[in-house]
């Protein structure tokens, strides 16, 4: 914050230090491994299960599982599971691409009150929508500039 | 505003389910390509022509011969030879070089030949089925030739 | 009549001849369930959308409330409600159904005290002969509002506070049969206190100094001792901010037993529901005053007792301009009238 | 591939530690995090480091979001091979279309079916 803080906010931040509940780092990050891992086990299955029942390589294996993932993170939204998973494992839940899923549907399921074009759709990426932003701009400046190395052939 | 019960629901979740992945069609498979899976196989060299199974059997060994790898298994068609392996778990950092490595070592010992190389577990897969298929009296050598294509065409495709 | 700097006292002891708290599901799980007068069992309330499922909860509130009073909707000069929606909509819509003259108010949590001082000012000084004031919130209908979707997967820290899903309405009337009822004394405005707290998610450790300022500027405007009260409540502190309220309020010499320092927010819910620091919303003051302490009240427990509800002042806007949050807080002294 | 199992739950969950550090020490919004480890995956794309991770690890580096990033410049880096520099442009969405369009299809066929549970 670029605001400075009075004397006064200083003392009170002291005293809230005291008081304020500290996460519990260690207990939440290994929440977070065990969750995280796990759904990144089950990503795993189902692409050997597209591999091995389907016409998949390895290589293109991971579009069917990103889009089964999704799915599975649509019925656990629906069913009103995957908020009670998030508070439990907070980033295993919302780092897998099932958190994704989980940001763009829960935002949909959520503002269907206001109707499908301005509640459902209007809403849908309001909280998935930094995501995409970001990783279509980085992307780009990233690619941009590695094919520019690569034309002037300094790479 | 009133709901359909959640059958309806439950049905249409299912249909959808089943497009999603019933959009290719699962083929039969044999004991060896399914417990290639899990463990180490070994799978016999073999060629489409009978007579260039020594050739077929040589590039084998020396595929073999690369330390990062365990399991190989080589097909040759009538133009190109099929190599697809297994690369140690932790060397799998380093499937490009490996794959790099084995390309030039081939292609420096038989010039002549053309050879498509994967490490791709589908790959590897799908050469054992063409195998056990190729050992059947009855699986004609252009059918035999023609899966080897597809296998080739599928690998190259990326997405 | 104004007490002292920002205090009211009520000579004339406008009488609480009734009120009603009306709760969702899990409240009904609560420690506190026995004292709501309707609990309901789906947090929708059979209707479409939870803006209107907020609607009715005060809506039910509010008719109870007059029906406990032996009064109908034509006998309320007043209605003084709100809530945390944007433009207050649920209470209006409320006041609209139930087409009693109304001041829409807006003090987030701290809007039931807002209400009650209002009140109790408009009957003590023949403003009024019968009020109705109320507040509000829907635990989904807020998380909406402030937060994310209710069903997206985030995680709240500990700090974090649940909203109440419950609303709370009392009936007030100038009246000359006093003896045993529930009578406002006085009240203590509140200003705005901001001591740089921005953290949305430790709303408790914001609100407490403009709790420990309004309390202190209570017992000095009215020369009181704290000793005075057999409880003093504070709406939504919750288990961060009221340790802080209280060291604040004894650095600045204040006597205050922690045994008679309670907090709302603290209240409502058993230690195994997930509610993380505890209860918040505006219908938590609400509906736990409302209901719980005046039955209290009315069993002999306490005689006098001071009720200091709190609001943070935030919009998700401003949270997200990272401005620091704003908070007030309002107190008003209720007591058994002997 | 049991070890494969095994790499991609214990990659797959270190990257998870790292978006839940994010949140806890430094107290970030989900928001800012999930950006965050967008545009590192993209960098680390770049700098081609992020495809020996998939090769090692399968579905612990390709289900994180970190790889979102990295498909999406794979994808731009793939077509700028192809048509030079507009292919960085055009080829952004190349990889990584299945899981926006299936988080758009399954989002609205969630808004079908689900009310909120609260």
Known sequence: MAKQKSPEQKRYEKIEQKHEAKRPVVKNCIKAFFVGGSICLVGQAVSYFYMYYFHFTEQTAGNPTVATMIFFAMLLTGFGVYDKIGQFAGAGSAVPITGFGNSVISAAIEHRTEGFVLGVGGNMFKLAGSVILFGVFSAFVVALIKTLLLIWGVI | MKRKPIVVYGLLVLVIGSLLSGCNQGEKTSEESRSSMIQSVDPEATAVKKGDHDVAEKVKKDVQSVPAIYDVAVIKGKDEILVAYKVKHMQRFHMKKIEGEINKRLEKKYPKENFIVSSDFKIFIEAIELKDRMEDKDYSSKDAEERLKKIIKFKKERT | ?338 | MLPMFFWAFVIGGLICVIGQIMFDVFKLTPGHTMSTLVVIGAILGGFGVYEPLIDFAGAGATIPITSFGNSLVNGALQEADQHGLVGVLTGMFEITSSGISAAVVFGFIGALLFKPKG
């Not at chain 3, 003259?101 to 209002?118: D, K, N, Q, V, W």
């Not at chain 3, 009140?119 to 509000?136: H, M, R, W």
């Not at chain 3, 709240?156 to 006093?178: M, S, Y």
């Not at chain 3, 306490?302 to 943070?312: E, P, S």
Request: charged share 20%; hydrophobic share 40%.
């Open chain 3, 1 to 338: 009549m104004l007490k002292g700097k920002q205090s009211w006292v009520f000579p004339n002891r406008p009488v609480i001849v009734s009120s009603a708290a009306v709760g969702g599901p899990f409240e009904a799980r609560g420690r506190l369930a026995n004292d709501f007068d309707i609990l309901h069992d789906d947090l929708w309330m059979g209707q479409d959308s939870y803006e209107k499922a907020h609607k009715l909860l005060l809506e039910e509130a509010i008719e109870t409330a007059i029906q406990k009073g032996n009064a109908t909707k034509e006998d309320v000069n007043f209605m003084l409600a709100g809530d945390l929606v944007n433009q207050i909509t649920p209470s209006s819509f409320a006041a609209r159904t139930l087409g009693i003259p109304y001041f829409g108010l807006f003090g987030a949590c701290s809007t039931s005290m807002e209400g009650l001082a209002l009140a109790s000012f408009l009957i003590n000084n023949q403003g009024a002969k019968t009020v109705v004031t109320a507040a509000s919130s829907h635990n989904a209908a807020i998380e909406k509002q402030f937060r994310y979707p209710t069903e997206y997967g985030s995680q709240k820290p500990p700090t974090a506070q649940w909203t109440v899903t419950g609303a709370g309405a009392a009936l007030l009337t100038d009246t000359d049969e006093k003896a045993g009822k529930l009578v406002t004394t006085s009240a203590t405005i509140g200003k705005v206190v901001d001591l740089g707290i921005s953290d949305p998610f430790n709303m408790g450790a914001a609100m407490a100094p403009a709790a420990a300022d309004t309390i202190i500027a209570h017992f000095q405007d009215l020369q009181l001792d704290p000793a005075y009260y057999d409880l003093i409540i504070t709406g939504d502190l919750a288990k961060i901010g009221s340790p802080i309220a209280l060291e604040l309020l004894q650095k600045e010499g204040l006597q205050i037993d922690s045994e008679k320092f309670k907090d709302c927010g603290l209240m409502v819910y058993q230690e195994d529901q997930k509610v993380q620091a505890g209860g918040s919303g505006a219908g938590c003051s609400a509906a736990v005053l409302y209901g719980h302490l005046f039955n209290e009240m009315r069993n002999g427990k306490y005689q006098r007792i001071l009720l200091v509800a709190t609001g943070a002042l935030l919009s998700p806007l401003s949270f997200q301009q990272k401005e620091s949050i704003p908070c007030i807080a309002h107190a008003v002294s209720i007591e058994v009238h002997p």
